[in-house]
């Protein structure tokens, strides 16, 4: 069993920054890590992996110059920095645990909520114009 805890999102202004984090626990964090954010009236979607090492990221193309994931294996402890917030970054964040390994391990395979099996709760970001 793996928990998962996140949190950092606020209300903030178009331009800021901000640093969601996500606390895990329960099993060892020898397993890929995923965030994904979901808008109202829309589907959950990813925004962006890390390997167990922190060696591999991924991003969605939306994602990428704006958006930095990073890990502390020795926190047990998943962040998201997000920079230059826009309006349409509202949304709630939720972080993922995908703990089944693959027989062959290609990061890019963890863009899909199916390949997750362990979810927080989600953390509300909100960005006024």
């Known amino acids: 069993q793996v928990q998962l805890v996140e949190s950092g999102g606020r209300l903030v202004q178009a331009g800021d920054s901000l640093r969601l984090s996500c606390a895990a626990s329960?099993?060892?964090?020898?397993?890929?890590m995923g965030w994904f954010r979901q808008a109202p009236g829309k589907e959950r979607e990813f925004v962006a992996a890390?390997?167990?090492?922190?060696?591999?990221?991924y991003y969605t193309d939306s994602a990428k110059g704006r958006f930095t994931i990073s890990r502390d294996n020795a926190k047990n402890t998943l962040y998201l920095q997000i920079v230059s917030l826009k309006p349409e970054d509202t949304a709630v964040y939720y972080c993922?645990?995908?703990?089944?390994?693959?027989?062959?391990?290609?990061?890019?395979?963890?863009?899909?909520?199916?390949?997750?099996?362990?979810w927080g709760q989600g953390t509300q970001v909100t960005v006024s114009a």
């Open positions: 993922a645990a995908a703990t089944v390994p693959r027989p062959k391990f290609s990061i890019s395979d963890y863009a899909g909520t199916i390949e997750y099996d362990y």
């Open positions: 329960g099993r060892t964090f020898r397993y890929v």
């Open positions: 890390i390997s167990w090492s922190a060696g591999i990221t």
